[in-house]
Nanobody, 117 residues
């Protein structure tokens, strides 16, 4: 069965950094487009960043220059390095795996990121 397990969330002060990880199992990780999404209280889930099987990345305008998505296919893991965190980055962050052809997709359970002084 498919599992996406996020980790690395927590409490950080404004201006600080966190690195999220998402370990995947049950899929051929290397062919999937992997993404990070987030959902703040009372708001819709939104895209943060994606990375294709070939390494092409895409970012929401709100995180460009501050966040970096990367993947390690040998470890079946996708990362999100978050720098210069702002209070508005506070949300539950979710990992998503998208199959490039058959539209199958999977979500992780989410990890909370709190940005507060």
């Amino acid at each position: 069965q498919v599992q996406l397990v996020e980790s690395g969330g927590g409490l950080v002060q404004p201006g600080g950094s966190l690195r999220l990880s998402c370990a995947a199992s049950g899929i051929i990780f290397s062919i999937y487009t992997m993404g990070w999404y987030r959902q703040a209280p009372g708001k819709q889930r939104e895209l943060v960043a994606t990375i294709t099987r070939g390494g092409t990345t895409n970012y929401a305008d709100s995180v460009k220059g501050r966040f970096t998505i990367s993947r390690d296919n040998a470890k079946n893991t996708v990362y999100l390095q978050m720098n210069s965190l702002k209070p508005e980055d506070m949300a539950v962050y979710y990992c998503k795996a998208d199959h490039p052809l058959n539209r199958a997709y999977y979500w992780g359970q989410g990890t909370q990121v709190t940005v507060s002084s």
